[in-house]
């Protein structure tokens, strides 16, 4: 007798919503020349389709069920209204017939956000970065914080927690089971952050921050312009953090020092940084890079091991290790 399998019913972590299903919602809500074509182009902490009508190019974002919440989605989109009201070159989304910023998918794992946006055309800053660039795109954001303190949104957002360090312990520890060395140190350094973290909030200048900045989030276009991208971490922290992804970054990268060093000289001809902010640039560069390790272990079942990329678990216990002790917080 063939056997016959069971059947089991298993949640799902991270559907892929059909992109032909997408086209024909899109075409129903938006106003295109002729009816729209749409294609997934990766898969991620959020999905990114490509649309297009006759005339234009349009990037879709899907957010994953449970990453943003639909007030995250709120903030982002109307921060992006106001910057561009001010003058910085970001790329807001697209408001449907009816004036919507966003509609909501019903997907089987829960509810996920869309946004159509205009594409940026040009090419990401990582793959010819050039040190007037970095200097340039510093002094933006020197004035992305400065503008942004005048920023008023209906639902407030606080992000990068410093709770979240310890919180995430769990999970870290299931990412690195088989490297029981390195957790001792990570359950070691994950407190100690967290309180020298919000010792440094305390005195730091804070407010709407990008969340996220680095390389592949600026596309330059062919007249040397920019247009900033990805603000889906964005909200109310210190600003030396938005300056800290960014130097990060550039070290995980590869890249020159130099551009680390002509983006926070273009950051400093705006908006001098103050001692305070400089001195703990250390500090924030381990918040930085152990919040992404341990952030990325809570969501390892949605996304894979492989947008880690090019840096291995034994190149994070090393830095991260290297870093703390450089601060003494083990």
């Not at 310890?166 to 070691?188: G, I, M, S, T």
Request: charged residues 20%; negative net charge.
């Amino acid at each position: 007798m063939p056997h016959t399998p069971d059947h089991v019913s298993i949640p799902l972590a991270h559907s892929v919503l059909d992109a032909d299903g997408l086209a024909r919602e899109l075409g129903s809500r938006y106003a295109f020349d002729g009816a729209p074509a749409c294609q997934l182009l990766y898969r991620g902490m959020n999905d990114i389709y490509i649309v297009h009508d006759n005339a234009r190019r349009y990037a879709l974002r899907a957010w994953r069920t449970g990453w943003r919440s639909l007030d995250n989605v709120t903030y982002e989109l109307e921060f992006l209204d106001f910057l561009q009201s001010k003058g910085l070159p970001v790329s807001p989304s697209i408001k449907a017939k009816n004036g919507a910023p966003f509609f909501v998918a019903d997907a089987p794992e829960g509810p996920r956000a869309l946004a159509l946006f205009t594409w940026a055309d040009g090419h990401k800053l990582g793959s010819a970065p050039d040190v007037e660039s970095c200097h340039k795109i510093g002094a933006m954001f020197a004035k992305l914080h400065i503008v942004g303190q005048d920023f008023k949104p209906s639902i407030p957002r606080i992000t990068n927690p410093a709770s979240a360090f310890v919180k995430n312990l769990p999970a870290l520890r299931k990412l690195v089971f088989d490297r029981p060395a390195d957790f001792a140190v990570y359950e070691r350094i994950a407190p100690a952050l967290e309180k020298a973290v919000l010792a440094a909030e305390d005195v730091l200048p804070f407010g709407p921050n990008h969340g996220d900045f680095h390389f592949n989030n600026v596309h330059v276009h062919a007249n040397g312009d920019f247009t900033l991208l990805d603000f889906d971490n964005a909200g109310e922290d210190v600003f030396i953090q938005d300056i800290a992804c960014y130097v990060w970054a550039n070290g995980y990268g590869n890249y020159d020092p130099k551009y680390a060093d002509a983006f926070i000289a273009g950051y400093n001809s705006v908006r001098p940084l103050s001692q305070a902010e400089t001195d703990s640039l250390d500090l924030f560069l381990l918040a930085k890079e152990f919040r992404l390790l341990s952030g990325f272990s809570t969501h390892v079942n949605a996304i894979g091991h492989a947008p880690l990329r090019f840096r291995s678990l034994e190149w994070f216990a090393t830095s991260l290790r290297t870093r703390a002790e450089k601060l003494g917080l083990i």
